[in-house]
């Protein structure tokens, strides 16, 4: 059925997804001197393997940024309140950055596993080689880094409002298919042994929603069971910014689609206040995913501060604050990659 949502609400950092600022900024003299310590040893090698889920918990991460802190001061404050540490830490890259540097050697010091989220261009400059000596340096940079990690190109790609989607490019959705397999493709010949690669749609396409003959379904992107990892998800409950919906109504096409096919990734999720209760809101995703046995990790975007300006953060409300502490607390959300 056609999805009926508001077709203005798109990803909640806009359309530019710029969320952090440079990854030097983000760290401490003190933790890049312990995570240089950790890693100056770490090489591609054959014992190097891509993150793998939990067989019976899920892996709980967030991606953390909170006002007046760096970004690495941020995911330390909230693993202090929850009393636990994050089993997965996110960071955003534009197409041109380089990563994995300071920011993932500090998260591999204090055992998360990282997820690098890689923003896009137009898919045609992908297929046509133009990028390959970038592609090439970032699959050497990964490589270099040594320790599993997840990578997540092109998140959102049924929506219409990254250079990436299928609208920018004539309603193709061929085009990102292309440009996904072909990134892959050099990675592969790169040698990367160390990356999980993490297929990321929004929850609903825009336009088309959930209907899955729309040509902007999710399906008319996926690359292919032998070009993707895991199944991620990016989807947010907007209150009355657009409509109140439940964990279930949000994330359960998609889920329907490839669980039991993929691991699947809640990559992106968050609530708004206005509209509902947020912590029950909490509390009812936990519980669906309980019941949904083929969700194997669970990605928080924990802000206010992304291009939306809207309030995410887990302590948007006490209340909410006590849901998020009860979920990462749950042994259920225990879980570590593999």
């Known amino acids: 059925m056609q999805n009926t949502r508001n077709q203005t609400s798109r990803s909640p950092h806009g ?9 030097a900024a983000a760290v401490s003299a ?42 690495q001061t941020s995911v330390t404050a909230r693993e202090s309140q929850l009393k636990r540490k994050y089993a997965v830490n996110s960071h955003y890259y534009d197409w ?40 090439r340096a970032r ?3 990964v490589a270099a880094f040594g320790r599993p990690m997840f990578l997540r190109w092109g998140a959102e790609m049924n929506g219409d409002w990254y250079a990436w989607s ?7 959705p061929s085009v990102f298919v292309a440009a996904w397999r072909h990134i892959h493709d ?55 910014k657009d409509s109140w919906q439940t964990f279930g109504q949000v994330f359960g096409p998609v889920y329907a689609d490839y669980a039991g096919r993929k691991p699947i990734m809640i990559a992106e999720t968050g609530s708004l206040e206005p509209g509902g209760n947020k912590a029950a809101w909490l509390s009812d995703a936990s519980r669906w995913i309980k019941a949904h046995r083929g969700i194997k990790a669970f990605v ?5 501060r992304s291009s939306s300006k809207l309030d995410w953060r887990a302590d948007s409300s006490p209340s909410a604050l006590n849901a998020y502490i009860s979920m990462a607390r749950d042994p259920y959300f225990s879980g570590r990659p593999r």
């Not at 899920?58 to 991606?63: D, E, N, Q, S």
């Not at 928080?300 to 206010?304: A, I, L, S």
């Open 300 to 304: 928080y975007f924990d802000t206010n």
């Open 30 to 71: 003190g933790a890049l001197l312990i995570a240089g310590s950790a890693t100056t040893s770490a090489t591609a090698s054959t014992s190097v393997h891509p993150p793998l889920p939990s067989s019976n918990t899920v892996i709980f991460g967030a991606f953390t940024q909170l006002p007046g802190k760096t970004l």
């Open 139 to 141: 699959a050497k940079a």
């Open 96 to 135: 041109a950055d380089s990563f994995p540097g300071v920011a993932e050697k500090a998260d591999a010091a204090q055992g998360r596993t990282v997820m690098d989220t890689w923003w896009g261009i137009d898919p045609r400059k992908i297929v046509n080689g133009s990028q390959d000596a970038l592609i």
């Open 166 to 172: 299928g609208t920018a490019v004539g309603n193709k």
């Open 186 to 240: 050099v990675f592969a010949r790169a040698g990367v042994r160390n990356v999980a690669w993490v297929w990321a749609p929004n929850a609903d396409s825009h336009p088309g929603g959930t209907s899955t003959t729309s040509w902007n379904s999710w399906r008319n992107y996926y690359p292919g069971d032998a070009y993707v990892d895991w199944v991620g998800i990016d989807g947010y409950n907007w209150g009355s």
């Open 15 to 23: 359309r530019r997804k710029r969320l952090l600022p440079l990854a």
